[in-house]
C-alpha cells in the first residue's frame, strides 16, 4: 500500500488505452453493483475506489481520509465493488476476485478459476455474490466474515445486486426477481414485492431494491422508512443509472445526465451536484458520489460524506474509467505476480527451505464457518481419517460439493505449531500447483487464527490400506479390489502419480511419504496419491538431499534415507515397492506372524525371499486366488518390480518411469487374458 500526498496534477489527455474501453450496455448501477467505482460506508472509513483510466494497468486507486490509497496488486480490473466494510474487484479476464478491507487495504483472493470466470460482482453489507459467464450461476462468499448465503436457484441469473443482509437477482429465463441472503426475511420480504414482475435491471440498497421495470419505468420496492420508494414521476426509459444506500435512492437522468435524489430525509438533493453531468453513479450507506462526464473526476455528497468536510470538491484521484472494459483474455490473469504478494499470511511465513514453492494461485479460500456448516461442527460421524498432522472429514459445501477437509490437530497433542504451519504450508505449496489424474486435487484452504484447513475433492472409496487390510475383507467377494487385473491398475495409477512428481513436476517433488493409506480411490476406482504434508522439493538431477529431521512411516521408510538421512527420489520408489507387496500378498507393511501377538514382520522380509526362489504362490493374497492364464506372468512382473524397488540401496531401485513402463505391460497381458475390459460402470456397480 502506498498513500500518495494530495495530487496537484490532472492529465489532461485522455489515452488511447481510455478510448479502447467501450462503456457496455451493462445493468444500472449502484450500491451493490459492479462498476467502475466503488464505495465502502464504514463508519470513519467512508472510502472511494475507482478503475484508474488512461494507464496502461487498469489499476484500481481509492481515496480515503484525505488520501490516495494506490491498490495492489497493480494489475487490471474489469469492475469493482463496495460494501460495508470491504471492497472487491474482478481481475481482468474474470478468473480471479480479489477483495480488500478497507482498514489496511490488504489483498485477499476469494475465487479462481479459469474455467469459470466471473463477469458481474456484487458487494452488500456482508459477502459478495458474483456472476459466473457461461453458466450465469451466481456464487457468494462472505465478505470478510460469516457466512455466505448462495442461491439455490439452477437458473441463470441476468444480473445481481447485494444490500445490508440479501442480495438479488434477475432470472435470466423469465427476468423475474429471486432474493437470497443473511437477512433471508428480508430477502423473501423484497422477493415476493417483485412478484412476477418483469425487470430490466435492478440495483440494491439498504433494504430497498429499485430497477427498471420491463417497459422502461423505475419501480422500487421494500423498505419506505424514508419515503427512498417514493419515484419521481418518470416516463419509460427516463433514467439511466441509480445509486441506492442506507435510506435514500439516486438517479441519472437519460436526458441530460443529472441527477435526482429522493427519499433519506431530503439530504441527498444537493446544489453541489446542480448542472453537472454525471456518467455514472455508486451510492453507499449515507452518501453518493458521480463521476463527472466533463473530465472523469469524482464527487460526493449527502449527510455521511460532510463528516469529511469534502462537500462537492472534487476528489484527487486520478480519471476514472467512466464503464466496465471489454473482458480480456483469462491467461493474462493466471498469474499472480509474486511482488505483490506482501500482504499474504501464506507468502509472509514461508520456511526457507521451501521458499521457491509458489503461492495457491488455484485453490479457493474457504472460511471457516464455511467449513463449520460443510462437516456438521466437524462431528465424530464425518470423520474419514488422519493424514500427516491433521485429521480428515467429509464434508459438503454449500454448493453441494463433495470435499474431504483436513485440519491440522489442535489440543495437548498438537506437535509445535512450527510444525504444523510447516506441513500446511508445503502441502497448500505443492499442490496447489499439481494437476494430474492421479494425484488428489486440492480445492482450497482455510487459515483463520490457529485454524489451518485444506478441502480436497472428496474421494470416495477412501484408502487402498482399508480395502486390503479391512477386517470385513475376507474373502473374494467382498471388496472390488480382490481381482490381479485391478490391483494391478491401482498401482500403475499411484505410479503414474508418482511418476508425475518425479519426472514432470517442476521443480521435481518427492513425496517422502508413499504408503497405501496415501493412496486413495475415486468414484471410479481410480487411484490417486494423496498427502503432501511431507513432501519436499526433490533435488534437481538425482544429487542427494538431506532434511533436516527424517520423516515417513515405519515399514515405508526407504532403509538409506532411515539410515544415513540421504532422501532421493528413490526414496518413495522404496515406498512404492513395499505398498507392490501389500498389493500382491495383502499384508500391511508390518504384520504380526503367526495369529495374534506373534512377531512383527515385514512385508518386505515375508515376501522377497519367497520371489527370489520363484515361490510366489506361496506368498499371494489368498483372498484374490490364484492367477489366470496371462495373469501369472503379469502378476510375476509385478512381483519382480516390487522385489527391485526394494532394493537396499537406492542406486539398484528401477526409477518410477521404469515401474510405469512395467506396470502398462503387465495391466496389458492381465487384460489380454479377460474376454471382456472391466470398464468403470462395472467397478462402481460392485460398490
Ligand atoms: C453515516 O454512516 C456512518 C456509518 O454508519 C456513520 O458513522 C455516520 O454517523 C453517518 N453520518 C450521518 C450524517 O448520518
Ligand atoms: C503499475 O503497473 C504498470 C504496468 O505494469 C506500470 O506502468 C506502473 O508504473 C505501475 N505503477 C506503480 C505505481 O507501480
Ligand atoms: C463471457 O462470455 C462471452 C461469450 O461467451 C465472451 O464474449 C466474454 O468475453 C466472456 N467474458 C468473460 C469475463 O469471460
Ligand atoms: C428456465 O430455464 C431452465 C433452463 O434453461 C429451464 O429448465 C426452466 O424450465 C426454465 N423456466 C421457465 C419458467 O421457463
Ligand atoms: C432483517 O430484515 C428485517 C426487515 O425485513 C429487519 O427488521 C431486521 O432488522 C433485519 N435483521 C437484521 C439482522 O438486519
Ligand atoms: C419465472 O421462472 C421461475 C423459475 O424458472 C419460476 O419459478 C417463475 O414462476 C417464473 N415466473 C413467471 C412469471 O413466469
Ligand atoms: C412498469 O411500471 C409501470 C409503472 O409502474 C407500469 O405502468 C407498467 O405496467 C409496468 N410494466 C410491466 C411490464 O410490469
Ligand atoms: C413512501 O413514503 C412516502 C412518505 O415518506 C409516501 O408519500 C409514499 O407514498 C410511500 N410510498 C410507498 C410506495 O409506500
Ligand atoms: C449550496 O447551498 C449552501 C447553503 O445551503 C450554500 O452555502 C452554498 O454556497 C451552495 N453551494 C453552491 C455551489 O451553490
Ligand atoms: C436535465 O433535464 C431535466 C428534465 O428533463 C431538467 O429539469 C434539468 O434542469 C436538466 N438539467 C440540466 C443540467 O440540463
Ligand atoms: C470537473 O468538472 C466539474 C464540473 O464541471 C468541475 O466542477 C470540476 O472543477 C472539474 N474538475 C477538474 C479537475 O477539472
Ligand atoms: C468416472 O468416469 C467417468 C467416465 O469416464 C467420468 O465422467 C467421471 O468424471 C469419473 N469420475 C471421477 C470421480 O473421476
Known amino acids: 500500500m502506498t498513500i500518495y500526498p494530495p495530487p496537484s496534477f490532472f492529465s489532461a489527455a485522455i ?81 480471479s476476485l480479489l477483495c480488500w478491507d478497507v482498514a489496511t487495504f490488504t489483498p485477499k483472493r476469494v475465487y479462481f ?62 427476468s423475474t426477481v429471486r432474493c437470497w441472503g443473511s437477512n433471508s426475511s428480508l430477502a423473501a420480504e423484497i422477493e415476493s414485492r417483485f412478484l412476477d ?178 462437516t456438521n461442527n466437524f462431528s465424530w460421524e464425518n470423520k474419514i481419517g488422519s493424514g500427516s498432522f491433521g485429521v480428515v472429514y467429509k464434508g459438503k459445501l454449500s454448493d453441494g460439493r463433495e470435499v474431504a477437509i483436513k485440519r491440522s490437530e489442535t489440543g495437548p497433542r498438537t506437535k509445535k505449531l512450527q510444525e504444523k504451519e510447516s506441513a500446511f504450508e508445503s502441502e497448500l505449496a505443492f499442490l496447489s500447483r499439481l494437476h494430474h489424474k492421479h494425484l488428489v486435487r486440492l480445492v482450497g484452504y482455510c487459515e483463520e487464527r490457529d485454524e489451518r484447513l485444506l478441502v480436497y475433492e472428496y474421494m470416495k472409496h477412501g484408502a487402498l490400506y482399508d480395502h486390503l487390510h479391512s477386517k470385513n475383507n475376507i474373502e473374494k467377494h467382498n471388496s472390488v479390489i480382490n481381482s490381479w487385473n485391478i490391483r494391478i491398475r491401482i498401482a500403475l495409477d499411484a505410479a503414474r502419480g508418482i511418476e508425475y512428481l518425479h519426472s514432470y513436476a517442476v521443480p521435481p517433488i518427492i513425496h517422502r511419504d508413499i504408503k497405501s493409506s496415501n493412496i486413495l480411490l475415486d468414484a471410479n476406482w481410480t487411484a490417486r496419491v494423496s498427502d503432501f504434508g511431507l513432501s519436499m522439493m526433490g533435488p534437481e538431477s538425482d544429487r542427494d538431499f538431506r532434511p533436516s529431521n527424517a520423516a515417513g512411516t515405519i515399514g515405508y521408510i526407504d532403509p538409506e534415507y532411515y539410515g544415513l538421512n540421504v532422501l532421493t527420489a528413490k526414496s518413495d520408489v522404496y515406498g512404492f515397492g513395499v505398498v507392490l507387496l501389500e498389493l500382491l500378498t495383502g499384508k500391511k507393511a508390518i504384520f504380526k506372524s503367526g495369529n495374534e501377538g506373534g512377531e512383527p514382520v515385514s512385508v518386505v ?77 462395472i467397478f462402481i456397480a460392485s460398490d
Not at 124 to 152: A, E, F, H, I, L
Not at 636 to 659: C, F, Q, W
Open 197 to 374: 414482475i418483469p425487470m430490466d435491471s435492478i440495483v440494491a440498497g439498504g433494504m430497498h431494491v429499485c430497477g427498471l421495470n420491463s417497459t422502461g419505468f423505475l419501480v422500487c420496492k421494500g423498505s419506505n422508512s424514508s419515503g427512498q420508494l417514493n419515484v419521481p414521476v418518470n416516463e419509460p426509459y427516463g433514467f439511466k443509472k441509480l445509486a441506492l444506500g442506507l435510506d435514500h435512492s439516486c438517479a441519472l437522468r437519460q436526458s441530460n445526465g443529472s441527477v435526482v435524489c429522493w427519499g433519506g430525509g431530503g439530504g441527498y438533493s444537493s446544489n453541489v451536484t446542480q448542472d453537472i453531468e454525471f456518467e455514472t453513479l455508486v451510492g453507499a450507506l449515507n452518501f453518493t458520489c458521480g463521476l463527472i462526464t466533463s473530465n472523469l473526476s469524482i464527487i460526493c455528497w449527502g449527510p455521511g460524506w460532510l463528516d469529511h468536510g469534502s462537500l462537492g470538491v472534487n476528489l484527487p484521484l486520478p480519471k476514472i474509467l467512466p464503464g466496465p472494459c471489454v473482458q480480456s483474455d483469462c491467461a493474462q490473469c493466471s498469474i499472480f505476480p509474486d511482488s505483490q504478494r506482501q500482504g499474504s499470511r501464506i507468502m509472509g511465513r514461508q520456511r526457507s527451505g521451501t521458499s521457491s514453492t509458489k503461492h495457491a494461485d488455484r485453490a479457493e479460500e474457504f472460511s471457516f464457518q464455511e467449513l463449520v456448516a460443510a
Open 113 to 174: 478459476s479459469e474455467s469459470a470466470p466471473l463477469r458481474e460482482i456484487s458487494v452488500g453489507g456482508d459477502q459478495v455474490c458474483g456472476v459466473v459467464n457461461g453458466t450465469n450461476r451466481v456464487k457468494c462468499w462472505r465478505g470478510m466474515k460469516g457466512s455466505p448465503q448462495t442461491p439455490t436457484w439452477v437458473d441463470g441469473f441476468r444480473s445481481i445486486s447485494s444490500g445490508f443482509g440479501f442480495s438479488c437477482g434477475i432470472l435470466v429465463n423469465n
Open 15 to 95: 489515452s488511447l488505452s481510455l478510448l479502447f474501453c467501450l462503456s457496455l450496455p451493462r445493468p444500472l448501477h449502484g450500491l451493490g453493483s459492479a462498476s467502475t467505482l466503488a464505495t465502502v460506508s464504514s463508519p470513519a472509513t467512508a472510502t472511494v475506489c475507482g478503475i484508474v483510466a488512461g494507464e496502461p494497468n487498469r489499476r484500481i486507486e481509492c481515496f480515503k481520509h484525505g488520501q490516495r490509497v494506490f491498490i495492489t496488486p497493480n494489475v487490471s480490473y474489469d469492475v469493482v465493488s463496495g460494501g460495508q466494510s470491504f471492497f472487491c474487484g474482478i481481475r481482468s479476464g474474470g478468473c
Open 605 to 681: 522380509d515375508f515376501a522377497c525371499p519367497a520371489i527370489m526362489a520363484g515361490e510366489l504362490g506361496k506368498i499371494l493374497d489368498p483372498r484374490v486366488g490364484p492367477p489366470e492364464s496371462n495373469e501369472s506372468e503379469a502378476v510375476e512382473l509385478v512381483a519382480y518390480t516390487a522385489l527391485h524397488s526394494v532394493n537396499l540401496e537406492g542406486k539398484d531401485r528401477p526409477t518410477m518411469t521404469d515401474i510405469v513402463a512395467n506396470l502398462e505391460r503387465a495391466l496389458a497381458l492381465c487384460v489380454d487374458s479377460q474376454d471382456n475390459i472391466p470398464s468403470t460402470e
